[in-house]
């Protein structure tokens, strides 16, 4: 008999907004605006993306806890790229 399939996971996909550079945290100094397991709020700032030299803070628009971190500090990322 085939495997059973695995149990489904709600997730929900938190998107770049824009085209430009990721940044997990506020400044190199500080600790990451969210980890893996953090809970967070439509209102939680999760990122920066760095875009023509403005710094837009993302937020998450949901509520929920951080699964997985698609994107590391200092990477390019696309118009609707998964970041979260």
Do not use: H
């Amino acid at each position: 008999p085939p495997p059973p399939a695995a149990p489904a996971r709600n997730l929900v996909e938190i998107k770049s907004p824009m085209v430009g550079t990721f940044y997990s945290k506020p400044k190199p100094d500080k600790p990451d605006y969210v980890t893996v397991g953090a809970k967070v709020t439509p209102k939680t700032v999760v990122c920066q993306v760095e875009a023509m030299k403005l710094f837009n803070e993302i937020t998450a628009d949901c509520s929920g806890t951080v699964a997985e971190v698609c994107v590391k500090n200092g990477d390019a990322v696309e118009f609707n790229q998964v970041l979260f």
